[in-house]
């Protein structure tokens, strides 16, 4: 049984879901779903683009998307990022060495699992 399911649907892309739950239970969804691997980043400052986000996660592994989440309306940044991992064992090392400080201010980062869309 899946337990407390955190889901995220980013505004750019409505078939695009973001799983946070406990690790135990990943390997039963595995078998289900091809998954990509990635932190949720929250608390941006403001200022940090996705360059610098890539830039400071490539440390821990060959990032294949990196995202910061955009108000609809304005454009501005909304302090919400996204970085996927091209294997699980770097994602979790990039989630395990926090806390980690993005330009001078401590971020929160959630690891989530995401579903592989093929196109």
Known sequence: MLTEAFIMEPATSPKKVFICFPKENLR???EIYELDHGLVV???NPYINEGYLQAYFREWGNITLCTIHKDNSSGSPQGLGY???SSEAEADMADWVGP???GGTE???????????HY
């Open 28 to 30: 039963r969804f595995a």
């Open 42 to 44: 929250k608390n941006l």
């Open 83 to 85: 970085v996927r991992f």
């Open 100 to 102: 980690h400080y993005i």
């Open 107 to 117: 971020v929160a980062t959630r690891r989530v699992y995401t579903p592989k869309v």
